[in-house]
């Protein structure tokens, strides 16, 4: 069963814009982790985020967590024509082991 | 630095015949996960290893499926008697085990597309 939902499920912009997605979880968790997949390819890492941490950058990405209310955001910066993919959290529910994922946000950054 | 590596990327096959799908994980990772997608879903974990030691399977891995990882290396992932639901996207992963530093981060390969006519 996916623990993780992303909102919106689809997001189009212009490029240059920022692009925000959400994703909400259901368990407690050790870390959630974001991760962007290009059409029919595999998911690359983006970035994980520690359940004791609010907020993480990595270049043009800022993460933010609420463990209260069991939400993180993904904030995309200044977005390009190759952000165009759709992108998952996924969260381990405290086992350490195996990650549950959302069914993803698809984002179109339009030249 | 090479990533964790499938083969094949592709495969087609005819309802009921076996099919074996193989992982390499990033060499340093102790840790191998198989993951099942499917169109318009997130990947859905399947079953992982912790070097060649299977410890965990879901509930999705029926008797048709089965994995290895005999040395603790590349692992395979094999499906037997295919049927037509099985077509997915398998996803690879790898990881270190788990300490303070790296919290888990799992790192996948590029997937092997089956499709079951």
């Given at each position: 069963s996916q623990q993780g939902e992303e909102d919106p499920q689809a997001l189009s912009i212009q490029e240059g814009e920022n692009a925000t997605m959400n994703c909400s979880y259901k368990t407690s968790i050790n870390n959630l982790q974001w991760y962007r997949q290009n059409s029919g390819r595999g998911l690359v890492h983006l970035i994980l985020i520690r359940s004791n941490e609010r907020e993480k950058h990595s270049g043009r990405l800022r993460v933010t967590l609420d463990t209260s209310k069991k939400s993180s955001s993904l904030l995309i910066t200044a977005s390009r024509a190759a952000d165009t993919a759709s992108y998952f959290c996924a969260t381990d529910g405290g086992s350490n082991y195996k990650l549950t994922f959302g069914k993803g946000t698809l984002l179109t950054v339009n030249p | 630095d090479t990533g964790v590596s499938q083969d094949p990327r592709h495969k087609i096959t005819k309802r009921g015949q076996n099919v074996t799908f193989r992982c390499d994980p990033i060499s340093e990772h102790n840790?191998?996960?198989?993951?099942?997608?499917?169109?318009?879903?997130?990947?859905?974990?399947?079953?992982?290893?912790?070097?060649?030691?299977?410890?965990?399977?879901?509930?999705?891995?029926?008797?048709?499926?089965?994995?290895?990882?005999?040395?603790?290396?590349?692992?395979?992932?094999?499906?037997?008697?295919?049927?037509?639901?099985?077509?997915?996207?398998?996803?690879?992963?790898?990881?270190?085990?788990?300490?303070?530093?790296?919290?888990?981060?799992?790192?996948?390969?590029?997937?092997?597309?089956?499709?079951?006519l």
């Open positions: - | 840790r191998l996960y198989w993951y099942r997608q499917t169109l318009g879903q997130g990947p859905e974990f399947l079953t992982y290893f912790q070097n060649e030691a299977q410890l965990e399977k879901s509930r999705l891995l029926s008797d048709r499926f089965s994995a290895e990882r005999p040395k603790g290396s590349f692992s395979t992932l094999e499906i037997q008697r295919t049927e037509q639901g099985d077509s997915a996207m398998y996803l690879c992963a790898s990881s270190l085990v788990a300490t303070a530093r790296n919290y888990n981060e799992q790192f996948f390969g590029p997937g092997t597309r089956l499709t079951v």
